[in-house]
């Protein structure tokens, strides 16, 4: 089946702590998408990238790092910087000028 | 002024009514324009793309874009209770150089379908 899977659907991270968030695609879709959500707030863009290799901050990077090693790939860290992470993490993918589609979310809290 | 807006809600239809969603954008030069529905605790699903005027109709669901007033609705007919969700409008604000596009989402409208 093709699709976006995300790991793990829930982790706690500890004051001080680096979390690394995995998202995999089996789509071959060229970009992938990060986004936050809070409750009652729409999503905000966190990182995106178009092409392996290469990536772009969004609206709220600061805290944030990722990676595109692999086209099936875009693991997202949350450092230590983040002063609050607590969140629904979402990772999207898509083809060139085509819709976005969500992997399940990964549910961060901070403990 | 957001730069997407959508009313929170909630907003309650009976079951077999039309449910009407609204959503307006600050962009004129806005391209593309998304629906997603999400479930509560889940990820947002995709229901609809939307590029120019006019109507366009999948199904129990027809999304309406207007440009010149920069506002595109979604209209849900024959509603029930399993299309209770929060709604997401999304528009493309920016086009990169690669031609994907980044999506400016609103807060969502809360959807209740009345049994």
């Known amino acids: 089946d093709g699709g976006i899977t995300q790991s793990p659907k829930y982790l706690f991270r500890k004051e001080g702590q680096n979390v690394t968030l995995s998202c995999e695609q089996n789509l071959n879709h060229d970009a992938m998408y990060w986004y936050r959500q809070d409750p009652g707030q729409g999503l905000r863009l966190i990182y995106y990238s178009q092409i392996v290799n290469d990536f772009q901050k969004g609206d709220i990077a600061e805290g944030y790092s990722v990676s595109r090693e692999k086209k099936e790939s875009f693991p997202l860290t949350v450092t230590s910087a983040q002063k609050n992470p607590t969140a629904f993490y979402l990772c999207?993918?898509?083809?060139?000028?085509?819709?976005?589609?969500f992997g399940p979310g990964t549910r961060l809290t901070v403990l | 002024q957001k730069e997407v807006e959508q009313n929170s809600g909630p907003l309650s239809v009976p079951e077999g009514a039309i449910a009407s969603l609204n959503c307006t954008y600050s962009d004129r030069g806005s391209q593309s324009f998304f629906w997603y529905r999400q479930y509560s605790g889940k990820s947002p699903e995709l229901i609809m793309s939307?590029?120019?005027?006019g109507d366009k109709e999948d199904g129990r669901f027809t999304a309406q874009l207007n440009k010149a007033s920069q506002y595109v609705s979604l209209l849900i007919r024959d509603s029930q209770p399993s299309d209770s969700a929060t709604y997401l409008c999304?528009?493309?604000?920016?086009?990169?150089?690669?031609?994907?596009?980044?999506?400016?989402f609103g807060t969502g409208t809360r959807l209740t379908i009345i049994p």
């Open positions: 999304a528009v493309n604000m920016l086009k990169s150089n690669f031609g994907n596009e980044k999506l400016t």
């Open positions: 999207a993918s898509s083809i060139r000028r085509g819709s976005q589609y």
């Open positions: 939307i590029y120019s005027n």
